[in-house]
C-alpha cells in the first residue's frame, strides 16, 4: 500500500502561481509514475502532469503546458506541482496519484492506471 498527502493548495488571483506537494509513504519503491490530476465542478478527472519516479520523464497536458512543472524529491519521496501564470480555469480539486504497474504514460493518460490516490487539495483562481 502507498499513502499520499496532498499540500498547497488555496486561493490565488489570476496570474499568480501555487506549488502543490504529495508526500508518498508506505510501499513507495514499487512506484512507477507519479501523476497530479484535477477535477472541476461538474466535471471528469483529467490529466494534469505525471512523472517517471526512476528517469524523471514527465507528460502534460495541452492545457498546462508551459505553465506547470512537476518534479520530484525521491530521497522525500515528494512530487510538486509548480503551477504558474494561473488561470481562472485552473480552479478544481487536485489529486495526486500514483501507479505501481508500468504503462505509456503518454498515451495512457486517464485516471484508471493508478492505485493510490491522495484525498485532493483546492485551488481557486480569481479573475
Known amino acids: 500500500q502507498v499513502q499520499l498527502v496532498e499540500s498547497g493548495g488555496g486561493l490565488v488571483q489570476a496570474g499568480g502561481s501555487l506549488r502543490l506537494s504529495c508526500t508518498a509513504s508506505g510501499r513507495t519503491f514499487r512506484t512507477y509514475a507519479m501523476a497530479w490530476f484535477r477535477q472541476a465542478p461538474g466535471k471528469g478527472r483529467e490529466s494534469v502532469a505525471v512523472i517517471l519516479w526512476a528517469g524523471g520523464s514527465t507528460y502534460y497536458a495541452d492545457s498546462v503546458k508551459g505553465r506547470f512543472t512537476v518534479s520530484k524529491d525521491n530521497a522525500k519521496n515528494t512530487v510538486y506541482l509548480q503551477m504558474n501564470s494561473l488561470k481562472a480555469a485552473d480552479t478544481a480539486v487536485y489529486y495526486c496519484?500514483?501507479?505501481?504497474?508500468?504503462?505509456?504514460?503518454?498515451?495512457?493518460?486517464?485516471?484508471?492506471?493508478?492505485?493510490?490516490w491522495g484525498q485532493g487539495t483546492q485551488v481557486t483562481v480569481s479573475s
Open positions: 496519484a500514483a501507479a505501481a504497474r508500468a504503462f505509456d504514460i503518454w498515451t495512457r493518460t486517464g485516471p484508471y492506471d493508478y492505485e493510490y
